[in-house]
């Protein structure tokens, strides 16, 4: 598979999509594409054509499940990594992101000084 470059950040809070965007750029040197929801992640996301798919888990409209099923019915997101990033983590729900299809979950809040390495860790185990 090729590097990581580009992210595609699907969360509904400005707050995190700022904290998120400035992490991944400064410590990771990534080019971050912010979407406010699932809809406009159905939009944007073909176009920008990211190579890992960060998503917050609740959102108005379409939720980040609901964002990833229609995600893995398009040609060009069908096989993107996606971390979904949830505020409140249960084991069930862990269970079943993954059965989703979820690469893996970062819960909020996250240390913006480690992002850009957990979201390469979890990038490198699952292109390896």
Same mark, same amino acid.
């Given at each position: 598979?090729?590097?990581?470059?580009?992210?595609?950040?699907?969360?509904?809070?400005?707050?995190?999509?700022?904290v998120a965007r400035?992490?991944?750029?400064?410590?990771?040197?990534?080019?971050?594409?912010?979407?406010?929801?699932?809809?406009?992640?159905?939009?944007?996301?073909?176009?920008?054509?990211?190579?890992?798919?960060?998503?917050?888990?609740? /959102? @108005?409209?379409?939720?980040?499940? !609901?964002? $990833?099923?229609?995600? *893995? =019915?398009?040609?060009?997101?069908?096989?993107? &990594?996606?971390?979904? /990033? @949830?505020?409140?983590?249960?084991? !069930?729900? $862990?269970?079943?992101? *993954? =059965?989703?299809?979820?690469?893996?979950?970062? &819960?909020?809040?996250?240390? @913006?000084?480690?992002?850009?390495?957990?979201?390469?860790?979890?990038?490198?185990?699952?292109t390896s």
């Open positions: 598979m090729s590097d990581l470059n580009k992210i595609l950040h699907v969360e509904d809070e400005p707050d995190i999509q700022e400035m992490a991944l750029e400064t410590f990771g040197g990534y080019t971050v594409e912010t979407c406010s929801s699932g809809e406009e992640a159905m939009e944007k996301g073909p176009g920008f054509n990211p190579d890992l798919i960060l998503m917050d888990v609740m /959102m @108005p409209g379409m939720d980040g499940p !609901t964002t $990833l099923q229609a995600m *893995r =019915e398009t040609a060009e997101m069908k096989d993107t &990594p996606v971390i979904f /990033m @949830p505020a409140k983590v249960m084991e !069930t729900e $862990l269970e079943r992101f *993954r =059965e989703l299809g979820a690469a893996d979950v970062i &819960p909020k809040p996250f240390d @913006p000084v480690t992002l850009a390495d957990q979201v390469k860790e979890i990038w490198d185990r699952v």
